[in-house]
């Protein structure tokens, strides 16, 4: 069986998917940080510290944004960073192995990464959200008229998720990996 492709309408070439999941490889302060400040710093996996020698130390960790989409049954996810205070990163951290943390309240951060898609998502105001162990918790974007917001609450149809895909299978969106592969 054929993986689905559809014609892109920018280049009039086909493409795999649309994809319904895309990774942010780390926050963007990772890809603007000196080679020095990242060589200090620690980028594993699901988490991030940022050290810098001019301000204090920032935390990160990836969550997953889901989008529904209107008129299939699975979400679109975009699975990006989060910027959290370290009190509320160390809050993160004893939960991260914690059977009982699918009960714990949100943990409140802002988005680390622009995606692509849509306008400046930088510092989107989003909760984390912790489920079972093993799932990359969720982020839940905080209602505004922003239309990342938007689209997290009200949904979008299969239409835009192809138009969102044509975007970013192009090069003018580094950062973000196509496919599900990296989001559970």
């Given at each position: 069986?054929?993986a689905?492709?559809?014609?892109c309408?920018?280049?009039g070439?086909e493409?795999?998917?649309?994809?319904t999941?895309y990774?942010s490889?780390?926050p963007?302060?990772?890809?603007e940080?000196s080679e020095?400040?990242?060589a200090?710093?620690?980028?594993?996996g699901?988490?991030?510290?940022?050290?810098t020698d001019?301000e204090?130390?920032?935390?990160?960790?990836?969550?997953?944004?889901?989008?529904p989409?209107?008129d299939?049954?699975?979400?679109?996810?975009?699975?990006?960073?989060v910027?959290?205070?370290?009190?509320d990163?160390?809050t993160?951290m004893d939960?991260w192995?914690?059977?009982?943390?699918g009960?714990?309240?949100?943990i409140?951060?802002?988005l680390?990464?622009?995606?692509?898609a849509y306008p400046?998502t930088?510092?989107?105001?989003?909760?984390?959200?912790?489920?079972?162990?093993?799932?990359?918790?969720?982020?839940?974007?905080?209602?505004?008229?922003?239309?990342?917001?938007?689209?997290?609450?009200e949904?979008?149809?299969?239409t835009?998720v192809?138009?969102?895909?044509?975007i970013?299978?192009?090069?003018e969106?580094?950062?973000?990996?196509?496919?599900?592969?990296?989001v559970?």
């Amino acid at each position: 069986m054929k993986a689905p492709t559809f014609e892109c309408s920018r280049c009039g070439e086909e493409h795999p998917g649309p994809p319904t999941a895309y990774a942010s490889t780390a926050p963007g302060a990772w890809f603007e940080a000196s080679e020095a400040t990242r060589a200090r710093s620690r980028l594993q996996g699901e988490l991030c510290l940022l050290n810098t020698d001019e301000e204090p130390a920032r935390f990160f960790l990836r969550a997953n944004v889901a989008i529904p989409i209107t008129d299939e049954e699975e979400p679109l996810v975009f699975s990006a960073w989060v910027a959290l205070e370290e009190p509320d990163f160390r809050t993160a951290m004893d939960l991260w192995n914690d059977p009982e943390r699918g009960v714990a309240p949100g943990i409140q951060g802002r988005l680390a990464n622009d995606l692509a898609a849509y306008p400046s998502t930088m510092n989107l105001p989003v909760e984390v959200q912790f489920g079972p162990i093993g799932e990359r918790p969720r982020g839940v974007i905080a209602p505004s008229d922003h239309p990342l917001a938007v689209d997290h609450w009200e949904g979008v149809p299969s239409t835009r998720v192809r138009a969102i895909a044509e975007i970013l299978a192009h090069p003018e969106a580094p950062r973000l990996v196509l496919g599900d592969e990296d989001v559970p």
